[in-house]
């Protein structure tokens, strides 16, 4: 029962996936982690394997090699056998020392920096002016997308952000006490073009409380009490393909906002703060930072040396 880990069972399945499911605090992460374990679900059902072992693993991880998988996107699928294996050992349902031999299967590598998309400056105003703002479905989506560029928020940042959030300090208008990835909290400053799109959708759609954004139908009027961040992505498709951006992605407005924000002369740590990152690292990736020998840093450094 150890070695087979009784994936058979349905029920027991869905027990044990729910178990990593709930070990994560990242609701992204716990949606990539639900797709990729039904994935090697299906893929264990489909022929007779030698049970839930390092060899079943390191199968399934040249299955995915020969789909054509990325490496991130194989990175993150076995990372969620390896959690699965973790909590299968840590409930009785795998021995130890195969939870151990799974642990050691390689994954794939990570080659290069990814980049993902930014905007420029003349493209993110494109963005920012595709949506008609006669319509108040115009005003929220306009309102979003300046979110988004000038704020540097997660499209689930978006989804939950209230208007208690929007408060001022230190003279300024500021997204207050946010919680975002990880649980870490960070007060965001507002430029005074997002606070005036914001405005115009509040004051049209006269909400003075509870979530910014709410769902609009097709009568353009506003309903419910919120909006899930998959409305965030699918209305940022059609404006990015009316702009002449097609593809670009909620993420990729973040970075967007890291990269003007950078080309404006902000410095590393105040973007760090900005965009909630728990390392420096993480924000020279969004950057895409890369070394200038040209103009170097050091050059500025002038002592006098005698000859």
Not at 160 to 172: E, K, S, Y
Not at 228 to 235: A, I
Not at 245 to 274: F, N, S, Y
């Amino acid at each position: 029962m150890t070695e087979l880990i009784v994936v058979e069972k349905i029920a027991e399945w869905q027990r044990l996936k729910a178990l990593v499911l709930d070990s994560v605090s990242s609701p992204i992460t716990r949606r990539v982690y639900n797709m990729a374990l039904d994935e090697f679900m299906a893929w264990f059902r489909m022929a007779p394997r030698p049970g839930f072992t390092k060899a079943t693993v390191s199968a399934w991880r040249v299955s995915l090699e020969a789909r054509g998988l990325g490496s991130s996107s194989i990175i993150i699928r076995m990372s969620a056998i390896r959690k699965l294996a973790v909590e299968a050992s840590d409930n009785g349902l795998l021995a130890p020392e195969l939870a151990a031999g799974i642990a050691r299967v390689k994954s794939a590598k990570s080659v290069g920096i990814r980049v993902g998309n930014w905007l420029t400056l003349r493209q993110a105003q494109a963005l920012l002016s595709t949506p008609d703002t006669a319509t108040m479905k115009g005003l929220r989506d306009r309102a979003i997308l300046a979110v988004l560029l000038g704020c540097g928020l997660r499209r689930s940042e978006v989804a939950a952000l209230t208007l208690t959030h929007v408060q001022q300090r230190d003279g300024r208008w500021c997204i207050v006490d946010l919680v975002g990835k990880h649980g870490r909290v960070r007060t965001i400053p507002m430029p005074t073009w997002v606070k005036v799109a914001i405005d115009a959708w509040t004051s049209a759609s006269g909400l003075a409380d509870g979530r910014v954004f709410r769902s609009v139908n097709r009568g353009d009027k506003v309903q419910g009490e919120a909006m899930s961040e998959k409305v965030v992505w699918q209305l940022l498709q059609g404006y990015a393909s009316e702009a002449s951006v097609p593809g670009i992605a909620p993420h990729d407005l973040r970075r967007t906002c890291a990269k003007l924000c950078r080309a404006a002369g902000g410095e590393l740590e105040q973007i760090q703060l900005l965009l909630g990152h728990a390392s420096v690292q993480t924000t020279e990736r969004y950057l895409g930072t890369k070394q200038d020998l040209v103009n170097a840093p050091n050059d500025a450094i002038k002592p006098k040396v005698a000859v």
